[in-house]
């Protein structure tokens, strides 16, 4: 009885330390009261080794990225740190833990409404045709006690206050405006100093992601999350949608923060006053150019210009030549490996996206009497499985390949001096990039009786509208099967082979509408609707277009 006594004595005496060891763990304590450049550049740093982690698939995950050595802080944590994000949480979640593991002053918006210029009725303020405003802010602060402090408890603000406040609808602001409750970001100028790691890019469409990397020719590479608490990386192109400035699309800095009127405790940290942030006219970095043009139009900001040594040229030529380290140029040939790889990844991604439905069973389920009210932002078992904001940008992307493919090659017959290419026969030296890369590009899904499938990028391309969003489909339809083979596992029964047949429309529409009804039922489900679906897809034959040039 003595040894049991003395053991329990021995294990409350250490959960006792243990207690006190890992509240004085979760504290955060603002110990450096102003971000400063140096902090940037070290935020930056952090995003980009987890980046690059990322690219380089050491880990795949929030938790897995944050709980590896690509995290500089790995190991610092205390337990139950919950390390989740989603796409429009990442953001600011990689921003919050790298304030308090600095000791830096952290700010959110706690509360969002529609901007005063939104004269209709707004039904989601994610989707606000005229963006969103700041009506409430949320400052992690110590309180100042009679005899001691009370600091704040990071864990509970990473794992429940940030999940909790933040969404993609905090980014739909232009960002423009000094007022007390300030947006979270700033607009950035278009270059190098200021688009770096750490700067976040928001879609209006509904998707947001965090910069870790910039090549020297200039291309954009980014991190983002997904409700599975999965990261993927990314290049920027026109996946991400210029639109009107007040909803705030583009390139965005956090503003910098500084904490005012506190005094310095015993402990040497910060306690009470209250956070101020840079107003736009102390931000160097600050700029307009990405809504408006280099030359802006009167007639409106979709007419203003990009200009780039003389030439005109489109936002995101602009924006790469603009980033590009030492003279400014284009490398078709290069162009066409980079896009093959980036639509590579984001094919590879999406298998893991659709596997989870079929891992789920809910592509066994029978089929709702109708689809969501908008299927591009729901929730429940749509929001988790199903795919049509990913496939949307996938169908974007094939799109920007053939369309810079043919810009390229008009402006090498024209000698634009833009464009580097000593060869002898563009198109063809492209057509063979494009092969090489699209038979490099393998992948592969399991079916519903757990067959393994290799495709392609080039078999992808060819079934991309034959690709169903939609998480109630077996998985082979998921994938565009066409053969009877291919087929044959699929269990679907005729109520959903014709939910299949009449989404087409759906499966044609590039365009991610969130202001369109699309809560059809089947029989209302008949062609394309108003703002939901198109007869025709776009082209995306990139083959028969270089084919046609030789």
């Known amino acids: ?28 304590r603002i110990t450096q009261p102003a971000w400063t450049e140096v902090h940037e550049q070290q935020f ?79 039904k989601d303020v994610r989707y606000t045709p005229q963006g969103n405003m700041v009506t409430k802010r949320y400052d992690v602060l110590t309180k100042n006690g009679i005899f001691k402090n009370t600091y704040p408890n990071a864990l509970e603000i990473l794992n429940n206050i940030v999940p909790g406040l933040t969404f993609s ?62 990261l993927t990386m990314g290049m920027f192109t026109p996946k991400f949608v210029r639109s009107n400035p007040n909803q705030g699309a583009g390139f965005k800095n956090f503003r910098p923060l500084t904490l005012v009127d506190a005094k310095v405790d015993s402990s040497g940290a910060y306690a009470g006053g209250k956070i101020v942030a840079a107003r736009n006219s102390e931000l160097p970095l600050y700029g307009q150019e990405q809504f408006y043009g280099t030359h802006p139009d009167s007639a409106g900001w979709s007419k203003g210009k990009f200009i780039f040594n ?11 030549l603009s980033l590009t380290e030492g003279e400014a ?19 590879k991604d999406r298998v893991d996206a659709v596997d989870t439905a079929r891992t789920s069973g809910v592509s066994f389920k029978a089929h709702p009497e109708r689809l969501p009210v908008n299927i591009f932002g729901t929730e429940g078992e749509w929001e ?29 017959k024209r000698r634009d001096p833009a464009i580097r290419y000593n060869g002898g026969n563009l198109a063809q030296d492209l057509f063979n990039v494009y092969a090489q890369k699209a038979q490099a590009c393998q992948f592969s899904y399991t079916t519903s009786s757990g067959r393994t499938v290799m495709l392609n990028l080039e078999a992808a391309r060819q079934r991309l509208f034959a690709m169903s969003f939609d998480p109630y489909h077996c998985i082979e339809l998921r ?31 590039w365009e991610r509408r969130y202001d369109a009804r699309m809560d059809y039922s089947l029989n209302e489900l008949t062609g394309p609707l108003p703002g939901v679906g198109i007869a025709n897809p776009p082209d995306i034959d990139i083959v028969g277009y270089l084919k046609s040039q030789k």
């Open 169 to 230: 609808a905090s980014l739909r602001m232009a960002g423009n405006e000094d007022t007390e409750l300030f947006t979270d970001f700033y607009p950035t100028r278009i270059s190098r100093q200021a688009i770096r790691p750490g700067t976040v890019i928001y879609d209006p469409n509904g998707h947001v992601a965090i910069i870790y990397k910039i090549s020297d020719d200039g291309r954009v590479f980014y991190i983002d999350a997904h409700p599975d608490n999965s």
């Open 44 to 122: 930056g740093q952090f995003v980009a080794r987890l980046g690059d982690a990322v690219e380089r698939r050491q880990c795949g995950k929030v938790d897995t990225c944050l709980q590896s050595t690509a995290n500089m802080y790995y190991g610092t944590d205390a337990a139950g740190l919950k390390y989740y994000a989603d796409c429009a949480d990442l953001p600011y979640y990689l921003r919050g833990y790298f304030a308090w593991k600095n000791g830096l002053p952290f700010s959110v918006s706690a509360e969002i409404k529609p901007s005063v210029l939104n004269t209709e009725k707004v």
């Open 384 to 412: 988790n499985y199903a795919t049509p904001s990913r496939d949307a940008r996938l169908k974007v992307a094939f799109m920007d390949l053939l369309t810079s493919t043919k810009a390229n090659i008009e402006r090498y």
């Open 329 to 347: 140029h284009i490398d078709p040939l290069k162009d066409m490996a980079q896009l093959t790889d980036d639509i590579c990844v984001s094919l």
């Open 479 to 509: 994938w565009g099967a066409r053969i009877s083979q291919e087929l044959a596992s699929c269990q679907d029964d005729a109520n959903k082979r014709q939910w299949y047949e009449r989404e087409q429309w759906l499966r044609n529409q």
């Open 1 to 28: 009885m003595k040894i049991v006594g003395r053991l329990s004595l021995m294990l409350l005496l250490t959960s006792g330390a243990y207690a006190q060891n890992n509240a004085a763990a979760t504290q955060w």
């Open 310 to 320: 003389g030439q005109q040229v489109n936002f995101y030529d602009y924006v790469r």
